[in-house]
Antibody, heavy 120, light 109 residues
Framework: EVHLVESGGGLVKPGGSLRLSCAASGFTFTTAWMSWVRQAPGKGLEWVGRIKSKSDGGTTDHAAPVKGRFTISRDDSKNTLYLQMNSLKTEDTAVYYC???????????WGQGIRVTVSS | QSALTQPPSASGSPGQSVAISCTGT?????????VSWYQQHPGKAPKLLIY???KRPSGVPDRFSGSKSGNTASLTVSGLQAEDEADYYCCSYAGTKEVFGGGTKLTVL
């Protein structure tokens, strides 16, 4: 059974940094593509970015609102996905979901989500 | 403003069918057969309902079906049940990014 468990969320001041982690199990992480999706309070879903498997190049794509501030990475030895968030803005306040992202571009499994609040 | 346009709300009585539209452009919905749909109950993580426009993952009832014509995709829920009351989101591959619709709140009357 696939399990995705996010951690590392919390309250941070504008301009601050936070690193989210996603511990994965129940599938072959090394060959998986992964993605982050967020949802601001009372709002819809927003794609944050994705990372391919190392065997497929390990490349990343990030959404325009976070490009240059957020970085997605992975540690295949730990079956863990990361989201490094720098220069945080109040509009980054959201629940962040880790997802198993299939190669025909859909989010097959979702974690339970982790809340990030950016506020002074 | 979301990249894909969905109606904010839809409704139907138990047993009825309801269709939710998702309109994009030739750069997303119209350009690829990679539209997916997600169901989200309050306080829960989204769940995959449909992928590749019309394919259903195992475990998703065949009451849920997807289609696409031009730049508009649709999700149809047949034989509405009380537990179908939720938010529904479409998503499309758009080259180097994914784009979501703004979501549709489905009410079962």
């Amino acid at each position: 059974e696939v399990h995705l468990v996010e951690s590392g969320g919390g309250l941070v001041k504008p301009g601050g940094s936070l690193r989210l982690s996603c511990a994965a199990s129940g599938f072959t992480f090394t060959t998986a593509w992964m993605s982050w999706v967020r949802q601001a309070p009372g709002k819809g879903l927003e794609w944050v970015g994705r990372i391919k498997s190392k065997s497929d190049g390990g490349t990343t794509d990030h959404a325009a609102p976070v490009k240059g501030r957020f970085t997605i990475s992975r540690d295949d030895s730990k079956n863990t996905l990361y989201l490094q968030m720098n220069s945080l803005k109040t509009e980054d306040t959201a629940v962040y979901y880790c997802t198993l992202y299939e190669q025909t571009y859909y989010f097959e499994y979702w974690g339970q989500g982790i809340r990030v609040t950016v506020s002074s | 403003q979301s990249a894909l346009t969905q109606p904010p709300s839809a409704s139907g009585s138990p047993g009825q069918s309801v269709a939710i539209s998702c309109t994009g452009t030739s750069s997303d919905v119209g350009g690829y057969n990679y539209v997916s749909w997600y169901q989200q109950h309050p306080g829960k993580a989204p769940k995959l309902l449909i992928y590749d426009v019309s394919k259903r993952p195992s475990g998703v009832p065949d009451r849920f079906s997807g289609s696409k014509s031009g730049n508009t995709a649709s999700l149809t829920v047949s034989g509405l049940q009380a537990e179908d009351e939720a938010d529904y989101y479409c998503c499309s591959y758009a080259g180097t990014k994914e784009v979501f619709g703004g979501g549709t709140k489905l009410t079962v009357l």
